[in-house]
């Protein structure tokens, strides 16, 4: 895929909240499109319909509960632009049906570590889109991180439950491991710096190893060592099934924000 798919080509980002500043910050940092091709807008600009009319691509980054006015404010305006929609729960089908018509969409759901260029992103797309909208889709998502395109749409929903609200879940994890750091003695400042490591050292080396999680698990847990104790406390407090429980709980909270979708 070259970049020269995006020469000229004006996007319109509907949304200057975390992730659409992540995409244009990505799209701006990897040289892909120029300052003069991208337009941001956000409830403050009241320009979305302008924006809209002089776009190639449009990217919806926002919440799920303000979509509709947004859709019936650019509707008239929308033609044969590609639609980006990174909006939480709402399916291809109910976009359609809020444009009144039937448009080149691909709906994308990245993360948070967009902002670092290190986001998972996984999309799908509709009928319309042609091989260079997708090629331009590509470039756009990569220009955040890894993207991965699914033939389903409701896989979408299910990935935002893992690789969506998964940055959260990480966080917390540390956030927890500082706090346990913490009460059996070191200072905070320590905890911080070593749990920090600790998880970014075990991310790179998941990275980079051929070996599964459950190998690289039972590679540290020596039998009768430190590791082995803690980790018996995890499996005695069912943490497998709390982990599914929270899961299951985000997938039908996601499939819940767009409400009817069709």
């Known amino acids: 895929m070259e970049m020269d798919k995006l020469n000229n080509k004006k996007i319109t980002i509907i949304g200057a909240g975390n992730m659409g500043q992540a995409i244009a910050q990505g799209l701006l940092g990897k040289k892909i499109v120029s300052k003069n091709q991208l337009f941001l807008t956000n409830s403050?600009?009241?320009?979305?319909?302008?924006?809209?009319?002089?776009?190639?691509?449009?990217?919806?980054?926002?919440?799920p509960q303000i979509a509709m006015g947004v859709f019936e404010e650019i509707k008239n305006v929308v033609k044969d632009q590609l639609i980006i929609s990174i909006i939480a729960g709402i399916m291809i089908p109910a976009i359609h049906d809020a444009l009144g018509k039937k448009v080149a969409i691909v709906r994308a759901m990245p993360n948070l570590a967009a902002k670092v260029g290190e986001s998972m992103s996984v999309w799908v797309k509709s009928k319309e889109v042609t091989s260079t909208q997708e090629a331009i889709a590509k470039i756009i998502l990569e220009a955040v991180g890894v993207q991965q395109e699914f033939k389903e749409e409701n896989k979408i929903d299910m990935a935002t439950a893992l690789s969506g609200s998964g940055p959260a879940y990480f966080f917390?994890?540390?956030?927890?491991?500082?706090?346990?750091?913490?009460?059996?003695?070191?200072?905070?400042?320590?905890?911080?710096f070593l749990s920090k490591q600790t998880l970014i050292g075990s991310a790179h080396l998941l990275e980079k190893s051929e070996s599964s999680p459950e190998e690289l698990r039972h590679a540290v847990t020596s039998k009768g060592g430190t590791t082995e104790a803690a980790l018996a406390v995890f499996q005695k407090s069912d943490i497998e099934q709390t982990v599914t429980r929270a899961m299951n709980s985000a997938y039908k909270r996601v499939s819940k924000l767009g409400g009817d979708k069709k």
């Open 44 to 63: 403050r600009t009241k320009n979305n319909k302008q924006a809209v009319q002089k776009s190639d691509i449009v990217i919806l980054a926002i919440k």
């Open 172 to 192: 917390y994890l540390a956030e927890l491991l500082e706090k346990g750091a913490v009460q059996i003695g070191l200072s905070k400042k320590e905890a911080q």
